[in-house]
T-cell receptor
Framework: SQQGEEDPQALSIQEGENATMNCSYK?????LQWYRQNSGRGLVHLIL?????REKHSGRLRVTLDTSKKSSSLLITASRAADTASYFC????????????FGEGTQLTVNP | NAGVTQTPKFQVLKTGQSMTLQCAQD?????MYWYRQDPGMGLRLIYY???????DKGEVPNGYNVSRLNKREFSLRLESAAPSQTSVYFC??????????????FGPGTRLTVL
């Protein structure tokens, strides 16, 4: 079963707008990671946030983590057409070592 | 530095045939993983190898076997392919062995169709 659930499943925005994707999970985690997958390609790691962190930034990306609600959000600011991809959250459970459990992803389309 | 490489890129099998998917990484990573991705879904872990010489089952191991040939290579074998194994297969690796803070690096995937 999938640990993470992303919403929305699909998001379509215009270039320059911000995109927000959410992820919820069920069990206690050690960290949560976000990955991007371009069509027909492998996944690329974007950002990792640990369970004792609340917010993290990397360039145009901002990730928040609320362990009390078991949820995370990924914000992409000033989106570009090149940001069009599927975005997945993945959790490392406290008991799973380095194994990742993926959500089903959000398909983001940024229209030029 | 090629990262994680997978062969083949595409494969079509008939039901009952066998094949081995190959994966290699040149980053001196300890842990390696095999996932499958079905349409519109996230990745599900098939098998993983936390370190050279060890392998463990993931979420969906039935119908598959793996071999950690050495630190660089981790292969996935389908002994008797079934249509339900039609999927895209990804190999990944990570630096740590049991460490909690490591990102995974993914290969480009193998698209497998079983007729």
């Amino acid at each position: 079963s999938q640990q993470g659930e992303e919403d929305p499943q699909a998001l379509s925005i215009q270039e320059g707008e911000n995109a927000t994707m959410n992820c919820s999970y069920k069990t206690s985690i050690n960290n949560l990671q976000w990955y991007r997958q371009n069509s027909g390609r492998g996944l690329v790691h974007l950002i990792l946030i640990r369970s004792n962190e609340r917010e993290k930034h990397s360039g145009r990306l901002r990730v928040t983590l609320d362990t009390s609600k078991k949820s995370s959000s990924l914000l992409i600011t000033a989106s570009r057409a090149a940001d069009t991809a599927s975005y997945f959250c993945a959790t490392v459970r406290e008991t799973s070592g380095s194994r990742l459990t993926f959500g089903e992803g959000t398909q983001l389309t940024v229209n030029p | 530095n090629a990262g994680v490489t997978q062969t083949p890129k595409f494969q079509v099998l008939k039901t009952g045939q066998s094949m081995t998917l190959q994966c290699a990484q040149d980053m001196n990573h300890n842990s390696m993983y095999w996932y499958r991705q079905d349409p519109g879904m996230g990745l599900r872990l098939i098998y993983y190898s936390a370190s050279e010489g060890t392998t463990d089952k993931g979420e969906v191991p039935n119908g598959y076997n793996v071999s950690r040939l050495n630190k660089r290579e981790f292969s996935l074998r389908l002994e008797s392919a079934a249509p339900s194994q039609t999927s895209v297969y990804f190999c990944a690796s990570t630096r740590g062995s049991g460490g909690f803070y490591n990102e995974q690096f993914f290969g480009p995937g193998t698209r497998l169709t079983v007729l």
